[in-house]
């Protein structure tokens, strides 16, 4: 009976910037068919190699819902007939796309340097918006002044890459973080789900007119409203990775309060920008709950 020796590393498809490859090695020649789902034994998509080939190859696309799991299952026939469907089951996360152009993701390290994120991403450049200084600093194989520049939870990169990658981000990091802005741009990750009607009417949001923004009984997303005074934060965007576009939401812009953002949202929506007139922190709890100051 043909057994599966080894399946390799999953590697990118240049073609597909939304896929992945898994190579496999097996006993002998064999024809292979591949299923994968989002439940164990119960898959619902399937891929078949009838070239009857001691390594066999197989391309997923799995059409915009990044960082999932998926169940797994092989089974293999050689040329007499033998089949084997008996081959352990394997959980598969998909991957982040970097789509030839421009890419914008969260950070999940607790501290990566610009150059290792580079390297990690396969990205050819990597830019991060410094919220305080206002200003752009970038890494490239060519080198820069800020290749050891330490970023972490909160921080947003701008990727650049020239063909088709994607990538495999470790997103087992849950931890609060910190945002300080000096008025201006600000880009920051979205860890949670938010739209963007919490965004504007609650996570910018001033109590009772004074610089704070809620306290540690009235954190947003805790339950209930943490009430106070709004402070207009006019322009809202989070980046579209599939189509690689800015999703707009001018102030109270109905057509797109209930746009969701944050950690698995499909289409790659997990970072925010805004033009604030203000300088401000925030402090967001693991769990995604939200109390700032402003001055």
């Not at 991403?121 to 330490?150: C, H, K, M, P, R």
Request: charged fraction near 10%; hydrophobic fraction near 35%.
């Amino acid at each position: 009976m043909p057994t599966l020796l080894r399946n390799v590393n999953y590697t990118s498809s240049a073609a597909n910037c939304e896929g992945f490859t898994v190579d496999f090695n097996f006993s002998e020649s064999v024809n292979a068919t591949f299923t994968w789902g989002t439940s164990s034994m119960a898959q619902t998509h399937s891929l078949t190699e009838t070239d009857f080939s001691i390594n066999q190859t197989v391309t997923l696309t799995f059409n915009n819902t990044y960082e999932t799991d998926y169940f797994a299952n092989v089974s293999i026939s050689d040329r007499s007939g033998n089949l084997n469907n008996s081959l352990p089951e394997m959980t598969i996360t998909s991957p982040i796309p970097l789509c030839t152009g421009w890419s914008l993701w969260s950070v999940y390290d607790f501290a990566i340097n610009l150059s290792d994120y580079r390297s990690a991403s396969g990205a050819d450049y990597v830019y991060y918006w410094n919220n305080t200084g206002q200003s752009w600093i970038y890494s490239s194989a060519a080198g820069s002044l800020n290749e050891d520049y330490n970023m972490g939870i909160g921080s947003v990169v701008q990727l650049y890459e020239s063909t088709n990658n994607t990538y495999f981000r470790n997103t087992s990091v849950t931890s609060e973080y910190h945002v300080n802005i000096t008025g201006g741009h600000a880009y920051f990750g979205l860890y949670h789900e938010y739209s963007f009607g919490n965004i504007s009417h609650a996570i910018f949001l001033n109590e009772s007119g004074g610089n704070i923004t809620s306290n540690s009984t009235e954190l947003f997303g805790a339950g209930g409203s943490a009430g106070g005074l709004e402070f207009r934060i006019n322009y809202l965007s989070g980046f579209n990775n599939s189509n690689q576009l800015y999703i707009d939401a001018p102030y109270q812009w109905s057509w797109n309060n209930a746009t969701t953002l944050g950690n698995g949202y499909k289409n790659g929506l997990d970072t925010l920008w805004a033009y604030v007139n203000y300088n401000l922190s925030f402090n967001f709890t693991p769990n995604g709950f939200v109390f700032g100051n402003w001055t």
